[in-house]
């Protein structure tokens, strides 16, 4: 049966790394696949997970299944984390949280979840957006259409025409929202934004629906959540996928959420209780370790402290290299403006560059990004950063 399987083309941005991890070019840099790295160019582990590790060790008494939506404390914790301890949702108990494979096992789902109770709901997505979310709906079985937001030519939001896509969605249909670090672009709404793209969603009865990959990476942790809170006013419903990969530099532990959030607290608890089928029928209940480490971590004021700061450093480091990028290109006599990448937040940048171009920093200087000219900035060095910079003046 499987000799008549054809091959299936590379992962966009997957293949490129292990196409990376053959090509020969002793100065080679990779700046496709989403992965923090440091100064040195290694992904580290924080100092903080190291220490919930070394707790959960010692303390480790079991390795029971986990209830299908995960324990209780991780919910709590991440719930927290998205609107603040003292937020309404909390006090009227109208969000429910599942534990899930990352971000993307929350996006999956979710979209079951949609697919099995609107199948007529069609899942609206930025254009662009990150290139795994029209496969997560689609297979699920949803349709995907795309609103507005990004103008290639000045490399902004284009707000009038993303108010006025989403002034075209049918009420039931979804929305998906990027909370902050928009990916690819880097671009994400002000809070004036943000409060108009609320009004439009409310006005036209669409659900929407955030994707929220890097909460910390942009402004701050609370910063991060502004448009989560805008859109989260009293009796609104919403869907919020969580990842911790980057934010907890928990990439290979694959934890993230997914929190569902209802007009009261008897809707939550039926809608959590479809999406604990979906889970069931999926993976059945998540892994331990990481859930168990973000929940130490977010309980415990000694670890938090510390993992803020940590991510404050993380941060802090990008957005340096964001500034660093922009400046040695215009020393290396680039005539191309480029500012536009020290005002994005995140780890990614559409630099603007040409398939063509990428094409050719691939195969003549071993750089990898992908095709549509998306950068990971964190994946830049002080030690590489000039030998980056001469291979894009070379194919400007």
């Known amino acids: 049966m499987f000799e008549s399987i054809p091959m299936a083309k590379p992962d966009a941005i997957l293949g490129l790394t292990e196409a990376f991890k053959k090509d020969p070019n002793p100065s080679k840099i990779?700046?496709?696949?989403?992965?923090?790295?440091?100064n040195t160019g290694n992904t580290p582990i924080f100092a903080s997970v190291k220490k919930a590790e070394e707790?959960?060790?010692?303390?480790?008494?079991?390795?029971?299944?986990?209830?299908?939506?995960?324990?209780?404390?991780?919910?709590?914790?991440?719930?927290?984390?998205?609107?603040?301890?003292?937020?309404?949702?909390?006090?009227?108990?109208?969000?429910?949280?599942?534990?899930?494979?990352?971000?993307?096992?929350?996006?999956?789902?979710?979209a079951d979840f949609l697919k099995a109770h609107f199948p007529g709901a069609t899942v609206w997505l930025s254009d662009p957006t990150w290139p795994n979310h029209p496969n997560v709906f689609q297979a699920a079985g949803l349709a995907c259409k795309t609103y507005p937001y990004f103008d290639f030519a000045?490399?902004?939001?284009?707000?009038d025409k993303l108010l006025e896509g989403l002034r075209a969605v049918p009420k039931g249909d979804v929305v998906l929202l990027h909370a902050c670090c928009h990916n690819p672009t880097g671009v994400d709404p002000t809070a004036a934004q943000w409060k108009a793209i609320a009004d439009v969603l409310a006005e036209r009865g669409a659900l929407p629906f955030f994707?929220?990959?890097?909460?910390?990476?942009?402004?701050?942790?609370?910063?991060?959540?502004?448009?989560?809170?805008?859109?989260?006013?009293?009796?609104?419903?919403?869907?919020?996928?969580?990842?911790?990969?980057?934010?907890?530099?928990?990439?290979?532990?694959?934890?993230?959420?997914?929190?569902?959030?209802?007009g009261n607290s008897d809707p939550a608890e039926k809608a959590m209780s479809?999406?604990?089928?979906?889970?069931?029928?999926?993976?059945?209940?998540?892994?331990?370790?990481?859930?168990?480490?973000?929940?130490?971590?977010?309980?415990?004021?000694?670890?938090?402290?510390?993992?803020?700061?940590?991510?404050?450093?993380?941060?802090?480091r990008i957005n340096g290299m964001r500034k660093t990028f922009v400046e040695t290109l215009k020393a290396k006599g680039v005539g191309r403006?480029?500012?536009?990448?020290?005002?994005?937040?995140?780890?990614?940048?559409?630099?603007?560059?040409?398939?063509?171009?990428?094409?050719?920093?691939?195969?003549?200087?071993?750089?990898?990004?992908?095709?549509?000219?998306?950068?990971?900035?964190?994946?830049?060095?002080?030690?590489?950063?000039?030998?980056?910079?001469?291979?894009i003046a070379k194919v400007l």
Request: charged share 20%.
């Open 154 to 159: 000045t490399n902004t939001l284009t707000f």
């Open 274 to 316: 479809q999406i604990k089928s979906c889970i069931r029928a999926n993976y059945s209940n998540p892994s331990f370790h990481g859930g168990a480490i973000v929940t130490t971590i977010l309980n415990d004021p000694s670890l938090r402290a510390e993992w803020e700061g940590e991510v404050t450093a993380m941060r802090n």
């Open 55 to 110: 707790r959960l060790l010692a303390a480790e008494k079991s390795k029971s299944y986990l209830s299908i939506e995960g324990s209780k404390e991780y919910g709590d914790a991440v719930q927290a984390l998205l609107f603040g301890k003292d937020h309404e949702i909390l006090a009227s108990k109208r969000a429910a949280t599942a534990h899930t494979p990352g971000g993307t096992g929350g996006l999956r789902v979710a």
């Open 30 to 38: 990779n700046l496709s696949v989403g992965v923090y790295k440091d």
């Open 211 to 262: 994707d929220f990959a890097y909460q910390g990476l942009a402004k701050g942790l609370s910063e991060d959540a502004a448009g989560v809170l805008e859109l989260a006013r009293p009796g609104v419903e919403m869907l919020i996928a969580s990842s911790f990969s980057k934010n907890f530099g928990l990439y290979n532990e694959r934890v993230g959420a997914l929190t569902v959030v209802a």
């Open 337 to 391: 403006d480029f500012s536009f990448i020290a005002g994005q937040t995140g780890m990614f940048s559409f630099s603007g560059l040409s398939p063509e171009q990428v094409e050719r920093l691939k195969k003549e200087y071993g750089i990898y990004i992908v095709g549509n000219g998306r950068i990971n900035v964190a994946g830049m060095t002080d030690s590489n950063v000039g030998v980056l910079c001469d291979a």
